[in-house]
């Protein structure tokens, strides 16, 4: 059994500490990957078709060390790839984000049209693609020592009324997951799940941003959540809730109440 550690951890800083972003061309990724530069963190950016956004994107971070890569999230064999690449460039991985998710918008009525395909790509994407980014950076974040895996989940996860049906199991399946990973990695790394409500982002297709004006309108804090907001949070879990381990915060403006 390892050693009890005592209190008083404090804030971690993040200046020669190396993160990954999976996902992190645009929408919250790209604002995680902003955040994490400004507090010194060399950051390799994972992209899957966004390579011009993701090399604009690492041009204009402060700091060194910052580079972009390949990473689909969807092909494990890749991720190990990716692994190995960090572990011989930077020989540690402190923070790992899994920002890359997919959806599209299917009334929850509309049994027919979440055929199999689109559910399980959606379990693919959403699921299984976080666990195996995980299990392949595992070592480097275990040999860190005080690591820590960030999963972007969502406030559909617990309300079940997201964009569609199999997009809400699979990001309650991702709370699952982060709650059984934090279980298996600790006391190295800590894994924490960030939950928003929907994003000022266009990410879920044929959302206007009428909608989301409506939602935040809905909510006690009536405030449009933008990507920058989720990033500061995942930076809040990150450097100061260390403490906390397998447990999904919610970035909502309240609309959960």
Known sequence: MDAVRTGGLGVLPLRDKTAVVIGGSSGIGAATVRRLAEHG????????????????????????????????IEDSSQLEDVARLVDREYGRCDVLVNSAGVTRKVP??????????????????????????????????????????????????????????AYCAAKAALDNLTMSLARVL??????????????DTGFVPGRDR???????????????????????????????FRISTGTTFLVDGGKHL
């Open 41 to 72: 963190a060399s950051v390799v950016v994972g992209f899957h078709s966004g390579k011009d956004r993701a090399a604009d994107l690492v041009a204009q971070l402060p700091g060194s060390g910052h580079q972009c890569v390949p990473m689909r």
């Open 186 to 199: 600790g006391p190295a790394v800590r894994v924490i799940g960030v939950a928003p409500a929907a994003v």
């Open 108 to 165: 929850h009525a509309d049994l027919r049209s979440l055929d199999d395909e689109l559910f399980d790509a959606l379990m693919r994407v959403n699921v299984r693609g976080p666990f195996a980014a995980t299990r392949a950076f595992a070592p480097l974040l275990e040999k860190a020592g005080d690591a820590i895996v960030v999963n972007v989940s969502s406030l559909s996860g617990t309300t079940a009324t997201g964009s569609n049906v």
């Open 210 to 240: 009428q909608a989301i004006l409506d939602q935040a309108g809905s909510t006690p804090l009536r405030v449009v959540v933008d990507p920058d907001d989720v990033a500061v949070s995942i930076i809040g879990a990150v450097t100061s």
